[in-house]
């Protein structure tokens, strides 16, 4: 997102794992040691992460069409706040984006395959936004210590301690379980939309990404088990969002553009 959806939305959208399975953390809070991690050892831990993910999903290649459209759209995009912006897309049925502290955005193709362009470019600055406001790396943080790292850390000689499979794999649960608070996704919200108008973009699209999430939403039904709902569940709700933005655009003057199916 968690749009961390970008989130389901973008959330949106904490990273998340597209071929993990999710089970509640219990306690996650009370697990959390009392470790100082310096920036060298959260961006070696953030690397090493992002290393694993990028290897335990598909990640379309140079030449593929969602890489070449995403390529077209983050242009000029090289870095946020001094932190160096990478892109890639993860051919996955999930609808869903996140971004790391590391500047990395991974973007699902199946949420390419729902947004317009200027839609798409929306979650995508919700989730720079994440970055841009420390959201990505203090979550991080929280996932580590209360999942791969609640037995406490060794290091040697400040160097962050390698993390074995299981622990990556308890890391991407803690990161999918993971929610912003409301603050944060409405500050994420916001950056998505000043970040839309700065690119000559109509910050409509804000809102009606988040319709075609709710209509992803409405569908899914009484399904509560599937991972579509398990998705929204971390996330605020989506009508506040959507009236927000809508709120925004018609206050500002900016006129709704024709929605087509």
């Not at 290897?55 to 995009?77: P, S, W």
């Not at 991080?140 to 609640?150: D, E, I, N």
């Not at 990161?175 to 973009?201: I, M």
């Given at each position: 997102?968690?749009?961390?959806?970008?989130?389901?939305?973008?959330?949106?959208?904490?990273?998340?794992?597209?071929?993990?399975?999710?089970?509640?953390?219990?306690?996650?809070?009370?697990?959390?040691?009392?470790?100082?991690?310096?920036?060298?050892?959260?961006?070696?831990?953030?690397?090493?992460?992002?290393?694993?993910?990028?290897?335990?999903?598909?990640?379309?290649?140079?030449?593929?069409?969602?890489?070449?459209?995403?390529?077209?759209?983050?242009?000029?995009?090289?870095?946020?706040?001094?932190?160096?912006?990478?892109?890639?897309?993860?051919?996955?049925?999930?609808?869903?984006?996140?971004?790391?502290?590391?500047?990395?955005?991974?973007?699902?193709?199946?949420?390419?395959?729902?947004?317009?362009?200027?839609?798409?470019?929306?979650?995508?600055?919700?989730?720079?936004?994440?970055?841009?406001?420390?959201?990505?790396?203090?979550?991080?943080?929280?996932?580590?210590?209360?999942?791969?790292?609640?037995?406490g850390i060794s290091s040697q000689g400040g160097t962050a301690a390698k993390l074995s499979d299981s622990q990556l794999g308890d890391l991407g649960e803690a990161l999918v379980n993971s929610t912003y608070s409301q603050k944060q996704e409405r500050s994420a919200d916001d950056y998505g939309y000043e970040?839309?108008?700065?690119?000559?973009?109509?910050?409509?699209?804000?809102?009606?990404?988040?319709?075609?999430?709710?209509?992803?939403?409405?569908?899914?039904?009484?399904?509560?088990?599937?991972?579509?709902?398990?998705?929204?569940?971390?996330?605020?709700?989506?009508?506040?969002?959507?009236?927000?933005?809508?709120?925004?655009?018609?206050?500002?003057?900016?006129?709704?553009?024709?929605?087509?199916?």
């Amino acid at each position: 997102m968690k749009w961390a959806f970008f989130m389901l939305c973008m959330a949106m959208t904490m990273p998340a794992m597209a071929q993990f399975n999710v089970k509640a953390l219990k306690g996650a809070a009370k697990a959390v040691k009392a470790v100082t991690l310096t920036d060298a050892q959260m961006a070696e831990y953030v690397k090493e992460y992002i290393d694993w993910m990028d290897t335990h999903n598909q990640v379309c290649a140079d030449d593929n069409e969602y890489t070449i459209r995403l390529k077209k759209l983050t242009e000029g995009l090289t870095d946020v706040e001094g932190i160096p912006l990478n892109f890639k897309v993860y051919y996955v049925i999930d609808v869903n984006a996140f971004a790391c502290a590391d500047g990395s955005v991974r973007i699902f193709s199946s949420l390419m395959d729902i947004m317009t362009d200027d839609e798409l470019l929306g979650v995508i600055g919700h989730e720079v936004g994440h970055v841009a406001h420390k959201d990505s790396k203090n979550g991080f943080r929280t996932a580590l210590l209360t999942s791969a790292l609640k037995d406490g850390i060794s290091s040697q000689g400040g160097t962050a301690a390698k993390l074995s499979d299981s622990q990556l794999g308890d890391l991407g649960e803690a990161l999918v379980n993971s929610t912003y608070s409301q603050k944060q996704e409405r500050s994420a919200d916001d950056y998505g939309y000043e970040f839309l108008k700065s690119h000559g973009k109509n910050p409509w699209a804000m809102a009606l990404s988040f319709q075609k999430l709710k209509k992803l939403q409405e569908e899914a039904g009484a399904q509560k088990s599937s991972k579509l709902n398990q998705l929204f569940s971390t996330h605020p709700d989506l009508d506040a969002r959507i009236q927000r933005m809508e709120e925004r655009a018609t206050s500002e003057g900016i006129e709704k553009p024709a929605v087509t199916e």
